[in-house]
């Protein structure tokens, strides 16, 4: 096989995989979010306190789109918005009652996935299959 259709394959499989995670997590968690209500919600649990302003450029999408995505969030339960004590006009994002639910829900599944890995992969494959896919990261970061 040639390398092209090695790193296509690469890819695809990559593709897959990601779709599949996201299929069973979201019948997992049976929260129902749109995409980038996930995907901000994914990033207010990573980056605790992050801004709309970051949230946006983590995204790759407007303040704009972030805005109303946050308004929804909030109406909802899932996050709250905290103004900042020195600028009373910038605020963080943090979880909400129902976002601190979707976590720990995120989290048991999270260990679910772990388990099954951990249930057919050792230990020396894990570190190995994540030092490639974390030096693939670096090379997609240069791009």
């Given at each position: 096989m040639k390398n092209n259709q090695?790193?296509?394959?690469?890819?695809?499989?990559?593709?897959d995989i990601w779709i599949m995670l996201e299929k069973m997590e979201r019948a997992y968690t049976n929260f129902?979010?749109?995409?980038?209500?996930?995907v901000l919600l994914t990033l207010v649990m990573r980056h605790?306190?992050?801004?709309?302003?970051?949230?946006?450029?983590?995204?790759a999408i407007t303040k704009s789109a972030v805005s109303q995505q946050l308004t929804?969030?909030?109406?909802?339960?899932y996050i709250m918005k905290r103004q900042h004590e020195e600028d009373k006009r910038a605020f963080?994002?943090?979880?909400?009652?129902?976002g601190l639910l979707y976590k720990q829900e995120v989290e048991a599944?999270?260990?679910?996935?772990?388990?099954?890995?951990?249930?057919?992969?050792?230990?020396?494959?894990?570190?190995?299959m994540l030092a490639t896919l974390e030096k693939m990261k670096k090379i997609l970061c240069e791009f």
């Amino acid at each position: 096989m040639k390398n092209n259709q090695v790193a296509e394959q690469i890819n695809q499989t990559i593709e897959d995989i990601w779709i599949m995670l996201e299929k069973m997590e979201r019948a997992y968690t049976n929260f129902s979010l749109n995409n980038q209500q996930y995907v901000l919600l994914t990033l207010v649990m990573r980056h605790p306190s992050c801004s709309p302003s970051e949230l946006a450029d983590k995204m790759a999408i407007t303040k704009s789109a972030v805005s109303q995505q946050l308004t929804k969030l909030e109406q909802d339960g899932y996050i709250m918005k905290r103004q900042h004590e020195e600028d009373k006009r910038a605020f963080s994002v943090e979880l909400g009652e129902k976002g601190l639910l979707y976590k720990q829900e995120v989290e048991a599944f999270n260990q679910q996935i772990t388990e099954k890995y951990h249930a057919h992969l050792t230990t020396e494959e894990l570190a190995e299959m994540l030092a490639t896919l974390e030096k693939m990261k670096k090379i997609l970061c240069e791009f």
